[in-house]
T-cell receptor, first 115, second 112 residues
Framework: DAMVIQNPRYQVTQFGKPVTLSCSQT?????MYWYQQKSSQAPKLLFH???????NEADTPDNFQSRRPNTSFCFLDIRSPGLGDAAMYLC??????????????FGPGTRLTVL | SQQGEEDPQALSIQEGENATMNCSYK?????LQWYRQNSGRGLVHLIL?????REKHSGRLRVTLDTSKKSSSLLITASRAADTASYFC????????????FGKGTKLSVIP
Protein backbone atom coordinates (compact mmCIF):
# COMPACT_ATOMS: atom_id res chain seq x y z
CA ASP A 1 0.00 0.00 0.00
CA ALA A 2 1.17 3.50 -0.76
CA MET A 3 2.09 5.21 2.44
CA VAL A 4 4.13 7.68 4.48
CA ILE A 5 6.75 6.07 6.72
CA GLN A 6 8.59 7.72 9.58
CA ASN A 7 11.66 6.43 11.35
CA PRO A 8 12.29 6.02 14.12
CA ARG A 9 8.90 5.94 15.84
CA TYR A 10 10.53 6.89 19.13
CA GLN A 11 13.72 8.89 19.53
CA VAL A 12 15.48 9.80 22.73
CA THR A 13 18.25 12.36 22.63
CA GLN A 14 20.21 14.42 25.08
CA PHE A 15 19.94 18.15 25.51
CA GLY A 16 22.00 19.78 22.78
CA LYS A 17 22.78 16.57 20.88
CA PRO A 18 21.81 16.81 17.20
CA VAL A 19 19.12 14.47 16.01
CA THR A 20 17.71 13.57 12.59
CA LEU A 21 14.24 12.26 11.91
CA SER A 22 13.40 10.68 8.59
CA CYS A 23 10.32 10.42 6.42
CA SER A 24 9.76 8.49 3.22
CA GLN A 25 6.76 8.20 0.96
CA THR A 26 5.61 5.86 -1.77
CA UNK A 27 2.79 8.16 -2.92
CA UNK A 28 5.04 10.10 -5.32
CA UNK A 29 3.61 13.35 -3.98
CA UNK A 30 5.43 16.54 -4.82
CA UNK A 31 4.82 18.30 -1.51
CA MET A 32 6.18 17.14 1.84
CA TYR A 33 5.54 18.78 5.20
CA TRP A 34 6.93 18.63 8.71
CA TYR A 35 4.71 19.41 11.69
CA GLN A 36 5.44 19.65 15.38
CA GLN A 37 2.71 18.55 17.76
CA LYS A 38 3.04 19.02 21.49
CA SER A 39 0.89 17.18 23.97
CA SER A 40 -2.84 17.95 23.68
CA GLN A 41 -2.17 20.60 21.03
CA ALA A 42 -2.86 20.90 17.34
CA PRO A 43 -0.11 20.12 14.83
CA LYS A 44 1.93 23.16 13.88
CA LEU A 45 3.56 23.46 10.47
CA LEU A 46 7.34 23.90 10.60
CA PHE A 47 8.13 23.91 6.89
CA HIS A 48 7.31 22.26 3.60
CA UNK A 49 8.94 21.35 0.32
CA UNK A 50 7.27 21.88 -3.02
CA UNK A 51 9.43 19.57 -5.11
CA UNK A 52 12.89 20.83 -4.16
CA UNK A 53 11.75 24.30 -3.13
CA UNK A 54 12.07 24.72 0.63
CA UNK A 55 9.56 26.94 2.45
CA ASN A 56 10.10 27.84 6.07
CA GLU A 57 7.29 29.09 8.29
CA ALA A 58 8.14 32.51 9.72
CA ASP A 59 8.09 31.36 13.34
CA THR A 60 10.04 28.11 12.89
CA PRO A 61 13.20 28.33 15.01
CA ASP A 62 16.57 28.25 13.24
CA ASN A 63 17.35 25.17 15.29
CA PHE A 64 15.16 23.21 12.87
CA GLN A 65 16.44 22.40 9.41
CA SER A 66 15.25 20.09 6.67
CA ARG A 67 16.61 18.25 3.67
CA ARG A 68 14.87 16.62 0.77
CA PRO A 69 17.42 14.72 -1.32
CA ASN A 70 14.80 13.24 -3.65
CA THR A 71 11.04 12.96 -4.13
CA SER A 72 10.68 10.07 -1.73
CA PHE A 73 12.69 11.20 1.29
CA CYS A 74 12.65 14.15 3.63
CA PHE A 75 14.66 14.69 6.82
CA LEU A 76 14.16 16.90 9.84
CA ASP A 77 17.37 17.95 11.58
CA ILE A 78 17.26 19.46 15.04
CA ARG A 79 20.69 20.95 15.56
CA SER A 80 20.65 21.50 19.32
CA PRO A 81 17.51 20.04 20.89
CA GLY A 82 16.18 21.76 23.94
CA LEU A 83 13.70 20.45 26.47
CA GLY A 84 11.01 22.47 24.73
CA ASP A 85 11.53 20.53 21.52
CA ALA A 86 10.16 17.34 23.02
CA ALA A 87 7.11 16.61 20.90
CA MET A 88 5.59 14.40 18.25
CA TYR A 89 6.95 15.21 14.80
CA LEU A 90 4.64 14.44 11.94
CA CYS A 91 5.55 14.15 8.30
CA UNK A 92 2.86 14.60 5.67
CA UNK A 93 2.59 14.64 1.90
CA UNK A 94 0.19 16.00 -0.65
CA UNK A 95 -0.17 16.19 -4.38
CA UNK A 96 -0.62 19.87 -4.96
CA UNK A 97 -3.89 20.74 -6.59
CA UNK A 98 -5.08 24.19 -7.46
CA UNK A 99 -6.52 26.53 -4.89
CA UNK A 100 -5.26 25.00 -1.67
CA UNK A 101 -7.51 21.97 -1.78
CA UNK A 102 -4.96 19.33 -0.90
CA UNK A 103 -5.70 16.40 1.31
CA UNK A 104 -2.62 15.63 3.34
CA UNK A 105 -1.42 12.11 4.11
CA PHE A 106 0.35 11.71 7.41
CA GLY A 107 2.92 9.30 8.69
CA PRO A 108 2.58 7.75 12.15
CA GLY A 109 4.91 10.31 13.70
CA THR A 110 8.16 10.23 15.65
CA ARG A 111 7.92 10.95 19.34
CA LEU A 112 11.03 12.84 20.46
CA THR A 113 12.15 12.83 24.07
CA VAL A 114 14.90 15.21 25.18
CA LEU A 115 16.75 14.32 28.38
CA SER B 1 -2.19 31.66 14.33
CA GLN B 2 -5.06 29.26 14.76
CA GLN B 3 -7.61 29.03 11.99
CA GLY B 4 -10.08 26.63 13.58
CA GLU B 5 -11.48 26.24 17.06
CA GLU B 6 -13.33 23.09 17.96
CA ASP B 7 -15.84 22.56 20.69
CA PRO B 8 -16.29 20.75 22.86
CA GLN B 9 -12.66 20.12 23.79
CA ALA B 10 -13.64 16.73 25.15
CA LEU B 11 -16.69 14.55 24.63
CA SER B 12 -17.58 11.26 26.26
CA ILE B 13 -20.49 9.16 24.98
CA GLN B 14 -21.81 5.62 25.09
CA GLU B 15 -21.34 3.27 22.17
CA GLY B 16 -24.22 3.60 19.74
CA GLU B 17 -24.87 7.26 20.49
CA ASN B 18 -24.19 10.07 18.05
CA ALA B 19 -21.28 12.46 18.52
CA THR B 20 -21.32 16.04 17.29
CA MET B 21 -18.25 18.25 17.14
CA ASN B 22 -18.20 21.87 16.07
CA CYS B 23 -15.52 23.99 14.47
CA SER B 24 -15.32 27.73 13.93
CA TYR B 25 -12.78 29.42 11.71
CA LYS B 26 -11.63 32.96 11.16
CA UNK B 27 -10.76 33.67 7.55
CA UNK B 28 -12.44 32.76 4.30
CA UNK B 29 -11.72 29.26 3.04
CA UNK B 30 -11.78 27.21 -0.15
CA UNK B 31 -12.58 24.09 1.79
CA LEU B 32 -12.59 22.70 5.29
CA GLN B 33 -11.20 19.32 6.21
CA TRP B 34 -11.65 16.99 9.16
CA TYR B 35 -8.92 14.68 10.41
CA ARG B 36 -8.85 11.98 13.07
CA GLN B 37 -5.89 11.18 15.28
CA ASN B 38 -5.72 8.06 17.35
CA SER B 39 -3.66 8.39 20.52
CA GLY B 40 0.04 8.70 19.73
CA ARG B 41 -0.47 8.27 15.99
CA GLY B 42 -0.53 10.35 12.83
CA LEU B 43 -3.59 12.05 11.43
CA VAL B 44 -5.99 10.44 9.02
CA HIS B 45 -8.06 12.48 6.59
CA LEU B 46 -11.78 11.88 7.04
CA ILE B 47 -13.66 14.23 4.80
CA LEU B 48 -13.34 17.49 2.87
CA UNK B 49 -16.17 19.91 2.28
CA UNK B 50 -15.81 22.71 -0.26
CA UNK B 51 -16.92 26.26 0.40
CA UNK B 52 -19.82 25.94 -2.05
CA UNK B 53 -21.15 22.82 -0.32
CA ARG B 54 -23.45 22.85 2.70
CA GLU B 55 -23.47 19.21 3.65
CA LYS B 56 -21.50 16.10 2.85
CA HIS B 57 -21.78 12.47 3.90
CA SER B 58 -19.27 9.66 4.08
CA GLY B 59 -20.40 6.44 5.71
CA ARG B 60 -21.32 7.28 9.31
CA LEU B 61 -19.90 10.80 8.98
CA ARG B 62 -21.92 13.88 8.18
CA VAL B 63 -20.27 17.26 7.80
CA THR B 64 -22.02 20.59 7.47
CA LEU B 65 -20.54 23.94 6.55
CA ASP B 66 -22.03 27.37 7.15
CA THR B 67 -19.77 29.95 5.53
CA SER B 68 -21.91 32.85 6.75
CA LYS B 69 -21.19 31.81 10.33
CA LYS B 70 -17.71 30.49 9.56
CA SER B 71 -18.55 27.22 11.22
CA SER B 72 -18.67 23.50 10.50
CA SER B 73 -19.88 20.46 12.35
CA LEU B 74 -18.92 16.81 12.23
CA LEU B 75 -21.51 14.24 13.20
CA ILE B 76 -20.55 10.62 13.80
CA THR B 77 -23.62 8.42 13.95
CA ALA B 78 -23.91 5.13 15.82
CA SER B 79 -20.51 5.58 17.43
CA ARG B 80 -18.20 2.67 18.13
CA ALA B 81 -15.39 2.22 20.63
CA ALA B 82 -12.99 2.37 17.66
CA ASP B 83 -14.10 5.96 17.03
CA THR B 84 -12.28 7.01 20.21
CA ALA B 85 -9.75 9.57 18.97
CA SER B 86 -9.10 13.27 18.64
CA TYR B 87 -10.82 15.06 15.78
CA PHE B 88 -9.41 18.17 14.17
CA CYS B 89 -10.83 20.57 11.65
CA UNK B 90 -8.33 22.20 9.34
CA UNK B 91 -8.21 24.65 6.49
CA UNK B 92 -5.68 26.39 4.32
CA UNK B 93 -4.84 29.96 5.17
CA UNK B 94 -5.78 31.23 1.74
CA UNK B 95 -6.00 30.42 -1.95
CA UNK B 96 -2.77 28.74 -3.02
CA UNK B 97 -1.58 28.50 0.58
CA UNK B 98 0.40 25.47 1.74
CA UNK B 99 -0.26 26.17 5.40
CA UNK B 100 -2.92 23.78 6.63
CA UNK B 101 -3.93 25.21 9.98
CA PHE B 102 -5.56 22.94 12.53
CA GLY B 103 -7.96 23.70 15.32
CA LYS B 104 -7.28 22.56 18.85
CA GLY B 105 -9.30 19.38 18.40
CA THR B 106 -12.06 17.52 20.17
CA LYS B 107 -11.08 14.46 22.16
CA LEU B 108 -13.85 11.89 21.75
CA SER B 109 -14.18 8.92 24.08
CA VAL B 110 -16.70 6.23 23.17
CA ILE B 111 -17.44 3.97 26.09
CA PRO B 112 -18.31 0.35 25.20
Amino acid sequence: DAMVIQNPRYQVTQFGKPVTLSCSQTLNHNVMYWYQQKSSQAPKLLFHYYDKDFNNEADTPDNFQSRRPNTSFCFLDIRSPGLGDAAMYLCATSSRLAGGTDTQYFGPGTRLTVL
Amino acid sequence: SQQGEEDPQALSIQEGENATMNCSYKTSINNLQWYRQNSGRGLVHLILIRSNEREKHSGRLRVTLDTSKKSSSLLITASRAADTASYFCASYSGAGSYQLTFGKGTKLSVIP
